[in-house]
């Protein structure tokens, strides 16, 4: 028994940690500019597919194995900019203040046709990125074999959850960001260029949504369509969670890790199915979700 809740307990939070990287980024954009960006899901795909891409290139000519960890960071920066720039300044700062079921809409006409284009450049053949995974060997612990590369998905979400507090809490691009999230028309009016805020914003939850398709590379094959499920998961944690709720992000995200691996070890045929449960219990008791930030009221 102690062994099988330990298990239940690792893998959960292996896996809510890879939930919590992806979702955190889409939890970021939303908390600041109230957009549900579902080209979340190409960003988590396009890193991926370029950290393989690289990582092919990289181990193809023996070049040291560390390289590896630096790919999967520099694929997360250069989608995260390149796509943070190109969606907020082409398409989404034609909509703010539109009507949200045109700004999703829009979102998703955009991952539609960046998994077009993810096709034409990679093909439907599948990357493998699997050397960081190796090179870090395994451990074994209560009689359970697990790799380190795994476990280190926990400390990195710890890092970027603790990072985003302290950007938040303890700077002055911080306050600002809150301002602007408080209220946008005041923030203006006291010289805050909001237009600049909100593509740092974007880029910066674009980033992390890249970071997370580059990280989970060496334990997957990348292959088309890895966009479509990651989405659908992220949106399922953000609702659990509370939109544009960081710590909201990371509760659900360990609440459906867990929850998830007790299903795999108990119920494996319900494995997909107890995390849309979860939603939807907590969507009717808790329709802003678990921890959603105050309503903002103007008088």
Do not use: C
């Not at 988590?44 to 990582?55: D, E, K, S, V």
């Not at 181990?59 to 390289?67: C, I, N, T």
């Amino acid at each position: 028994m102690v062994q099988l809740l330990f298990t239940i307990l690792t893998d959960g939070l292996i896996y809510g940690s890879y939930l919590f990287i992806v979702a955190v980024g889409m939890t970021v954009i939303f908390g600041v500019q109230r957009v549900l960006n579902v080209t979340h899901g190409s960003f988590y795909a396009f890193g991926a597919y370029l950290a393989a891409y690289l990582g092919g290139i990289w181990y193809d000519h023996e070049l040291p194995d560390f390289g590896g960890f630096v790919i999967i960071f520099l694929a997360a920066i250069v989608v995260g900019v390149f796509f943070g720039i190109l969606i907020e300044r082409g398409l989404l700062k034609h909509l703010y203040g539109k009507d949200e079921h045109i700004v999703v809409l829009a979102t998703f006409a955009a991952f539609l046709a960046l998994e077009g284009v993810g096709l034409f450049i990679w093909g439907t053949d599948p990357y493998f990125f699997y050397q960081p995974q190796a090179m870090l060997g395994f451990v074994e612990i209560l009689g359970m074999t697990y790799d380190y590369y795994n476990l280190s998905l926990i400390v990195l979400a710890l890092i970027i959850s603790l990072a985003i507090w302290y950007f938040l809490s303890r700077t002055i691009w911080g306050r600002l960001l809150r301002a602007v999230i408080f209220d946008r028309e005041i923030s203006q009016a006291m010289g805050v260029n909001v237009t600049a805020v909100f593509l740092g914003t974007f880029i910066l939850g674009t980033t992390l949504g890249a970071l997370s398709g580059a990280a989970i590379a060496p334990t997957i094959s990348v292959l088309p369509g890895i966009g479509v499920e990651v989405i659908v998961l992220a949106f399922a944690v953000v609702v659990i969670g509370g939109m544009g709720s960081i710590p909201g992000a990371l509760i659900g995200s360990i609440l459906v890790g867990v929850v998830r691996a007790a299903a795999v070890h108990e119920f494996p045929q319900a494995e997909m199915f107890v995390i849309y449960a979860i939603m939807a219990i907590v969507l009717v008791f808790r329709p802003e979700g678990l921890f959603a930030p105050p309503a903002v009221r103007k008088i």
